[in-house]
């Protein structure tokens, strides 16, 4: 890599002095002091390693283990990241087009990995990867290289949402979508229903650019075992005993998030859509629960809920390539 400067020699001693700059920068940052183990796949010395850290609250040890050794057309690569002999945290990633994310990313909301307190923004700097994935942490506590604040839309369920929807005008459509599909029947947590949700998930997004599936095997498996602890739910549409669409949710707390929607389009009437948001609403309600968070990015949101507070979209970077990049910022006045 060249610092912008033409002549053969300068670029002969442009080199060294920028390894020693990376070498005085990454010992000064105490990455050096911890020491980073790589494998291709999940081991017993894993497990043994999993043992000695803290379970976190949300994602069992089991459930992580599963996770990490679940073998997908996505390549995953596991860490153990320790400060001296004293493992501090186990990390399990899956290459998600040009960047890694956590197994955790899409499966369980806010879960990283197992870790020891207040490590795992120093863990994601000395992993020399690209990491990315989606937080509530405020960016000036997790200290990503770079992030970005993703606007969401939230609905209090135990208030009239209808009257949100009344006055947007998008109560129109509800009631279209509810007299068209009259004839559907729903229901809740049916066995088989969450595979044939991310199933269909699947041939609805093939051909996608942007590989929005290929986590979907890890999601069935952390719906399985969350759906057992009453943390994640399906609601499905039937029509005649045959599934017509579908909608997962991630419960954290008292709070619904849906994961993932999938119908049929060979014919599917497309109220679907409509009505499964419509179902859920009204079920998350009767079933106590206080908010349905349905996130950011994509504009259908704004008719089901106001927009209520911020999640962030970190991004880590090797942190040799960040902190190179700043020397070349700051070098490039002499070019």
């Known amino acids: 890599m060249t610092l912008g400067i033409d002549d053969s ?6 080199r060294p002095i920028k390894r020693l700059a990376e070498q005085f920068i990454f010992q000064a940052s105490g990455l050096a002091s911890l020491r980073v183990d790589w494998a291709d796949s999940w081991g017993e010395a894993h ?3 999993l043992t000695l850290l803290p379970e976190m609250p949300e994602c069992s040890h089991n459930l992580f283990a599963q ?6 057309i996505a390549a995953k690569r596991i860490a153990i990241v320790s400060r001296g002999k ?3 945290a186990i990390v399990a990633l899956r290459k998600h087009v040009s960047a890694w994310q956590p197994v955790t990313e899409g499966c369980v909301p806010w879960c990283l990995f197992p870790a020891e307190a207040n490590v795992h923004a120093v863990v994601l700097a000395r992993l ?3 990491v990315e994935f989606l937080t509530k942490t405020d960016p000036n506590v997790l200290k990503p290289n770079s992030y970005s604040s993703i606007a969401i839309h939230r609905a209090n369920l135990q208030e009239n949402f209808e009257a949100f929807w009344r006055a947007n005008g998008w109560y129109k459509s509800i009631r279209l979508a509810r007299n068209r599909t009259s004839s559907l029947h729903t229901r809740i947590d049916a066995p088989g229903h969450l595979e044939w949700v991310h199933d269909q ?3 609805m997004w093939k051909g996608d650019p942007e590989h929005q599936t290929l986590d979907a095997p890890d999601r069935t498996i952390a719906g399985r075992s969350l759906m057992g602890l009453g943390k994640f739910h399906v609601l499905t549409l039937e029509d005649a005993g045959e599934i017509v669409g579908g909608v997962t949710f991630y419960c954290d707390g008292d709070v619904l998030i849906p994961q993932v929607t999938s119908r049929l389009r060979n014919g599917g009437n497309e109220s679907i859509g409509t009505r499964l948001f419509d179902e859920a609403f009204k079920w998350g309600a009767s079933a106590g629960y206080r908010w349905m968070d349905l996130g950011g990015s994509h504009s259908y949101k704004k008719h089901w809920a106001p927009l209520d507070g911020h999640i962030y979209q970190a991004s880590f970077r090797p942190a040799i390539a ?3 990049d700043k020397i070349r910022a700051k070098l490039l006045p002499f070019r």
């Open 47 to 49: 497990d043994d390693v």
């Open 322 to 324: 960040s902190l190179t």
């Open 67 to 72: 996770l990490a050794r679940n073998r997908t």
């Open 128 to 130: 020399g990867l690209n």
């Open 86 to 88: 004293q493992p501090i």
């Open 9 to 14: 020699s300068s670029r002969s001693h442009a």
């Open 201 to 203: 998930w699947i041939k």
